[in-house]
Nanobody, 119 residues
Framework: QVQLVESGGGLVQAGGSLRLSCAAS????????MGWFRQAPGKQRELVAA???????NYADSVKGRFTISRDNAKNTVYLQMNSLKPEDTAVYYC?????????????WGQGTQVTVSS
């Protein structure tokens, strides 16, 4: 198991940017696929972006071209750069680690960080 701690959430106006960070414990970080999920009130949690241990990425259609996921294995950290934010991006964002990028493969979760986009 890996422990995950997110940071970087906050309140931003529509069109603005935020960068989320997720610091992981453990020496095997580089072997995990990492993902960012979000859950808005009354909605199911959804996978926003994922990155494999080899650096391949995939994104939800709703964030393609606006969000970028990246990882720094030397720092045991994964990032989510969010640009051109929209009010519908408002949610609690969770970092997750797993053995593959399919949503059901993620087994370790952070506590979440709130992102609020005002119109």
């Amino acid at each position: 198991q890996v422990q995950l701690v997110e940071s970087g959430g906050g309140l931003v106006q529509a069109g603005g940017s935020l960068r989320l960070s997720c610091a992981a414990s453990g020496r095997t970080f580089s072997s995990y696929a990492m993902g960012w999920f979000r859950q808005a009130p009354g909605k199911q949690r959804e996978l926003v972006a994922a990155i494999t241990s080899g650096g391949s990425t995939n994104y939800a259609d709703s964030v393609k071209g606006r969000f970028t996921i990246s990882r720094d294995n030397a720092k045991n950290t994964v990032y989510l750069q969010m640009n051109s934010l929209k009010p519908e991006d408002t949610a609690v964002y969770y970092c997750a680690a797993g053995l593959g990028v399919h949503p059901r493969n993620f087994g370790s979760w952070g506590q979440g960080t709130q992102v609020t986009v005002s119109s």
